[in-house]
């Protein structure tokens, strides 16, 4: 009689254990993390004026995302509003600060990924949509696709509603294209919302002087973006080509699913193990399904910063 009720017991136990959905769970605290670029940063280099500039906008990009979180959003809800802030200012290399490639024109790549669901949503060489991330969202949500380019992409755009730009809109003077640090300030985000549900998400300009039609990491899920709720989130920074062949993103959470690496260690090991030997300069940051952060790069600097609950907004440069 005894083991019975304890056999009924557990089978009560394993049914309601198997029927909380992602949607009830919570597994980790919500957090956001986000990235300006990595690259030569140095102390000293940036003015105080600079300096100043560039950390209200990457708290501004961490509050407005964060609200998202706090207020029961989705992680790729609060992904795209912490980039969106960045696309629209002239300090970064994604939206309107944008490098132009070899013809003078720019050309935009992003992309977004949900760790529940596996959808993922990407644009690339587009030139008139002011936020790309936005579009790369509309993708993944309204279509069966993961990734529309030039062109096309344009048109599911307009066609769902999303601004279309001038490419006035984009000649921001500050980008200064002749610095050493041009090109630097793709942007991306990471984060994981109260249901336990992570997405990650990126957008650039890619690098300046491109070839026309030059597509980076940054549109190319499993490189420059990727999320999947067993391992973590993933959103790159870097000389793109490298991490393109290197799968950075995924490769990260594949030594976090079958090496049982910590997010810490595979990303440390994926970053200056992987890609400094070979050249690849750049950096990530990440975030895994007990909130914990990775923000880890090869370079003199990389902005980026990260926002939990209770905890004011936390901002880096250097390193
Ligand atoms: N990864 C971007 C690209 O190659 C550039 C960057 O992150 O700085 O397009």
Known sequence: MKSYVIWVLSLFLIAACSSSTDQTMTTGPITLVIHGGAGRIVKGELTPAKENAYRHQLINALEQGFKILEEGGESAQAVVAAIQIM???????????????????????ASIMEGKTSLAGAVAGVRTIKSPITAAYKIMTKSPYVMLVAKGAQRFAAEHGIEIVPPTYFHAKSTDQSSPSSGLGTVGAVALDRYGNLAAGTSTGGTPKKHPGRVGDSAIIGAGTYADNRSCAISATGHGEFFIRQVVGHEISARMKYRKQSLARAAEDVI???????????????????????????TEGMYRGYMRESEPPRVYFYQ
């Open 87 to 109: 696309e629209a200012s002239p300090l970064f290399n994604a939206g309107k600060g944008s490098v132009r490639n070899r013809d003078g024109v720019i050309e935009m790549d």
């Open 272 to 298: 200056q193990e992987t890609l400094k030997p070979i050249g690849g300069k750049g950096g990530v940051i990440g975030l895994d399904r007990a909130g914990n952060i990775a923000m880890v790069f090869n």
